[in-house]
């Protein structure tokens, strides 16, 4: 009787004979498998040829991601529409109706929907990416393969959502005829800027959390304080102009008022603040490269 094999096992299994070194001992006959993981010579580089051998691998951890998030579930993928929905439905009514938050001439319901999309992706990508090294221990402890494929499979897999999301989107701007116009095709450089900032701050809470246990407990708190901070329910209008390119430093900032410009074509965003929101974004990835990196050559032995 033969048994279905897990494809995420075998990619492992393709990666520890790669990884593997055959040599033979003095005064033998027979090869004997020998491996060998050196720290890297830079803590900032990345071997992309290595990451290029271990795509088969990516491809897998992500496709486990996706199946895991809906394994059991009644309703499945509708959860991706399902919960921005409610929070818009709230925010609405609070933020729209009763504190007439200005919306830039915008309808508020599809104002606040073309921010809470990006920043969805960003909350949960970033969730999966700090938790990806402390659940897949075991894996870690058996195999060796590039870890810093871990917290990129959490910001690949949100994808999907975010695409489910899109369609809603796309069905509220033909509903309230707003057409986003030219700006459109700068949609996905926005969006590509929210996963260098998930993949970013991912790699720096997931080292530190192989390290730190306390960093699960502090990340329901992060990404509430890092939602208010970011012009999600509001415009960043709000923030005086002397002020934008320090709130810039917030990242999130300039993903999400360029991506609700490219989805309304109304209120371009500051060029100070999304500027600054750009360094910002290279500062924490090339921060977080280094910090993971450094990280990795122990996170075996902690985790």
Not at 71 to 96: E, R
Not at 228 to 233: E, I
Request: a positive charge; aromatic letters at 14%; one cysteine or more.
């Amino acid at each position: 009787m033969s048994t279905k094999s897990n494809p995420v096992d075998e990619a492992l299994a393709v990666a520890a004979r790669r990884a593997s070194v055959t040599s033979e001992p003095h005064g033998s006959a027979l090869a004997v498998p020998v491996k060998r993981i050196l720290p890297p010579g830079r803590f900032w580089a990345l071997n992309l040829k290595e990451l290029a051998d271990y795509s088969e691998l990516l491809y897998f951890l992500v496709w486990r991601e996706i199946k895991v998030r809906y394994k059991q579930t009644i309703i499945g993928a509708g959860w991706a529409v399902i919960q921005p929905v409610a929070t818009m439905l709230v925010f609405t009514l609070f933020f729209g109706k009763l504190a007439k938050i200005p919306s830039g001439g915008v309808p508020y319901p599809l104002f606040f929907y073309a921010a809470l999309l990006p920043w969805t992706y960003f909350a949960g990508a970033l969730s999966g990416a700090t938790s990806s090294v402390v659940e897949n221990q075991r894996v870690i402890t058996k195999v060796y393969f590039p870890r810093v494929l871990l917290p990129l499979s959490a910001v690949f897999s949100g994808l999907v959502d975010f695409a489910i999301a899109l369609v809603l989107l796309t069905g509220m701007a033909i509903y309230y005829r707003v057409t986003p116009g030219p700006c459109l095709v700068f949609l996905p450089a926005f969006l590509l800027l929210a996963m260098f900032t998930a993949f970013g701050a991912g790699l720096w809470l997931a080292a530190l959390n192989a390290l730190y246990r306390d960093v699960r407990y502090v990340m329901p708190f992060l990404v509430q304080f890092w939602l208010f901070a970011s012009p999600v329910a509001y415009p960043s209008t709000l923030v005086p102009e002397r002020w934008r390119p320090l709130y810039g430093l917030n990242p999130m900032a300039g993903v999400i008022d360029g991506f609700r410009w490219s989805v309304t074509g109304q209120n371009p965003p500051s060029p100070g603040l999304v500027a600054a929101s750009t360094c910002a974004v290279l500062a924490m990835l090339i921060g977080g490269l280094w910090y993971f990196r450094r990280v990795e050559e122990t996170v075996a032995d902690v985790v």
